[in-house]
């Protein structure tokens, strides 16, 4: 059974950077894409980032292109979401999510990160 478990959030300043991970486990994930979602207090969930385990092609949500940067670890089968140049409207709790390549249903999810941006 897949499990997903985040870490490394916080609380930071505003221009400051974090690294989030995400330890994957329960299958091989050649042929899904990971991803990384945030819920804004109030808001709705919503799309951060993803990449394909098999050649880490990637996509960005306009809001973040630039400033963050997901990659993974195929050895320790991890995923981080580099963070940099935060700013107060990126807090939220992040979630780690898996889907197949083949799938538009993200399937599996963890159970959240809270990251915290001060002014």
């Known amino acids: 059974q897949v499990q997903l478990v985040e870490s490394g959030g916080g609380l930071v300043q505003a221009g400051g950077s974090l690294r989030l991970s995400c330890a994957a486990s329960?299958?091989?994930?050649?042929?899904?894409?990971m991803g990384w979602f945030r819920q804004p207090p109030g808001k709705e969930r919503e799309f951060v980032a993803s990449?394909?385990?098999?050649?880490?092609?990637?996509y960005y949500a306009d809001s973040v292109k630039g400033r963050f940067t997901i990659s993974r670890d195929n050895a320790k089968i991890m995923v981080y979401l580099q963070m940099n140049s935060l700013k107060p409207e990126d807090t939220a709790v992040y979630y780690c999510?898996?889907?197949?390549?083949?799938?538009?249903?993200?399937?599996?999810w963890g159970q959240g990160t809270q990251v915290t941006v001060s002014s």
């Open positions: 999510a898996v889907r197949p390549v083949v799938s538009t249903n993200w399937g599996y």
């Open positions: 329960g299958r091989t994930f050649s042929s899904f894409r």
């Open positions: 990449i394909r385990w098999s050649d880490s092609s990637t």
